[in-house]
């Protein structure tokens, strides 16, 4: 895949935000941390936003054969840069909230987001790609499930209560992560997989393309209703 993206781009998207990350967190100040946490978390959603918005229903408008010609030149490119730009957007909010103080009991609370997020994840990766037989998929999740499970009960007895908002901004980021790796992510593998086969079927990789495309709709406007509770938070108010 990292071929049809362009090597090049492939590797910049992912290094580039992830090397903004590590600086963020390592030795930036508060406002060059908030920085990277909100260029990356307006381009994710841009991007989502374009993607449901804007290209769902100008793909709509499509014969199978221009759509899929859409998505073998796009998807490559956005299996790469999402994925990225969502880590870093939700790594770099839950580190920048505990710096400020806005995030206490995290211990407790980031096991547990770990584990709904990671086991879910795993799941329906093991069921899109028909993996469930396959020890590349069987040995992550089980490594993953006992390894998260087990922090959850190192941590569970320090669990109280944190800032309200943090806790509906992590069911969202739930919601989007879930729905992302879990759905949009198989999707774009499944759709290589076509793309790379004998004898491509425009249908298939149209058909799968049109669902990410809505999805994406469905994640911006979960991302809108994030950074609305972002607001609410960092401010004390909605903006309205």
Same mark, same amino acid.
Request: proline residues 5%; charged residues 10%; without cysteine.
């Given at each position: 895949?990292?071929?049809?993206?362009?090597?090049?781009?492939?590797?910049?998207?992912?290094?580039?935000?992830?090397?903004?990350?590590?600086?963020?967190?390592?030795?930036?100040?508060?406002?060059?941390?908030?920085?990277?946490?909100?260029?990356?978390?307006?381009?994710?959603?841009?991007?989502?936003?374009?993607?449901?918005?804007?290209?769902?229903?100008?793909?709509?408008?499509?014969?199978?054969?221009?759509?899929?010609?859409?998505?073998?030149?796009?998807?490559?490119?956005?299996?790469?840069?999402?994925?990225?730009?969502?880590?870093?957007?939700?790594?770099?909010?839950?580190?920048?909230?505990?710096?400020?103080?806005?995030?206490?009991?995290?211990?407790?609370?980031?096991?547990?987001?770990?584990?709904?997020?990671?086991?879910?994840?795993?799941?329906?990766? *093991?069921?899109?790609?028909?993996?469930?037989?396959?020890?590349?998929?069987?040995?992550?999740?089980?490594?993953?499930?006992?390894?998260?499970?087990?922090?959850?009960?190192?941590?569970?007895?320090?669990?109280?209560?944190?800032?309200?908002?943090?806790?509906?901004?992590?069911?969202?980021?739930?919601?989007?992560?879930?729905?992302?790796?879990?759905?949009?992510?198989?999707?774009?593998?499944?759709?290589?997989?076509?793309?790379?086969?004998?004898?491509?079927?425009?249908?298939?990789?149209?058909?799968?393309?049109?669902?990410?495309?809505?999805?994406?709709?469905?994640?911006?406007?979960?991302?809108?209703?994030?950074?609305?509770?972002?607001?609410?938070?960092?401010?004390? *108010?909605?903006?309205?």
């Amino acid at each position: 895949m990292g071929q049809r993206a362009n090597p090049a781009f492939a590797v910049a998207v992912i290094l580039i935000p992830l090397a903004a990350l590590g600086y963020a967190v390592t030795v930036a100040t508060v406002q060059q941390h908030t920085y990277v946490h909100v260029m990356a978390g307006v381009l994710w959603t841009g991007i989502d936003v374009f993607m449901g918005a804007v290209l769902g229903p100008v793909i709509g408008g499509l014969d199978d054969e221009e759509s899929s010609a859409v998505f073998q030149r796009l998807t490559p490119k956005t299996a790469f840069l999402l994925p990225s730009l969502a880590f870093v957007t939700i790594a770099g909010g839950i580190t920048l909230a505990q710096r400020i103080g806005l995030f206490p009991h995290a211990d407790a609370w980031l096991a547990l987001f770990t584990a709904v997020n990671v086991i879910p994840i795993l799941l329906l990766l *093991g069921w899109r790609l028909d993996a469930w037989d396959d020890r590349r998929w069987q040995i992550p999740f089980a490594v993953a499930t006992v390894g998260s499970l087990a922090w959850v009960a190192l941590t569970i007895d320090g669990f109280a209560m944190t800032e309200p908002t943090v806790a509906v901004a992590l069911a969202l980021v739930t919601v989007l992560s879930v729905q992302g790796f879990g759905f949009l992510l198989p999707g774009e593998i499944r759709m290589y997989r076509e793309m790379r086969s004998a004898d491509p079927d425009p249908s298939i990789i149209a058909g799968i393309g049109k669902q990410n495309a809505m999805l994406g709709g469905v994640q911006g406007v979960f991302q809108l209703l994030l950074i609305l509770d972002m607001v609410y938070l960092r401010y004390g *108010g909605f903006p309205f």
